[in-house]
């Protein structure tokens, strides 16, 4: 019988650390940015929703439309400033029935931000954009009894 023979010149040595490291980079990058860019997801979306519940809050509170409005978008660009957002990219507001501050109505605020997504020129964003909106909306009752004042 023929003894095992062990070389330190195999064909196989050496590689294993290489192939990890190379394999580790490529997974590990793309992960990385995907991690980053749901993150940032996430936030737009704390920021969009916080900023639409402020908003339908402090509109409510008014019993004069053109400060009501004037208000409410004060208070949403604060709460999406509040998360690290410089501004929103969209802002409405419905009313149900037609007349937006008389008592029993529901007034629906709307507010989108841009969530940016982190790319690169090797793993280009979702078809290519660098941001995403994110939308929330809050809607709140007017008093039956008016506004406070």
């Not at 993150?39 to 409510?60: C, D, K, Y």
């Not at 604060?78 to 007349?99: D, Y």
Request: hydrophobic content about 50%; overall charge neutral; aromatic content about 8%.
């Amino acid at each position: 019988m023929r003894p095992w023979i062990t070389s330190d010149k195999s064909p196989e040595s050496g590689r294993a650390s290489l192939e990890f490291l190379v394999f580790g980079v490529g997974v590990m990058i793309p992960v990385m940015f995907l991690g980053m860019s749901l993150w940032s997801i996430q936030e737009a979306q704390l920021a969009a929703n916080s900023a639409a519940t402020q908003a339908a809050r402090v509109f409510v509170q008014e019993t004069d439309l053109v400060e009501a409005s004037r208000r409410a978008e004060r208070a949403a660009l604060v709460a999406v400033k509040n998360h690290g957002f410089s501004t929103f990219s969209g802002f409405q507001r419905k009313c149900a029935p037609a007349s937006c501050l008389s008592p029993g109505s529901v007034v629906t605020m709307w507010v989108a931000v841009d969530a940016p997504i982190f790319t690169s020129d090797f793993l280009p964003g979702v078809l290519g954009a660098e941001t995403v909106m994110v939308s929330a909306e809050s809607a709140r009752v007017v008093s039956r009894y008016g506004a406070p004042r």
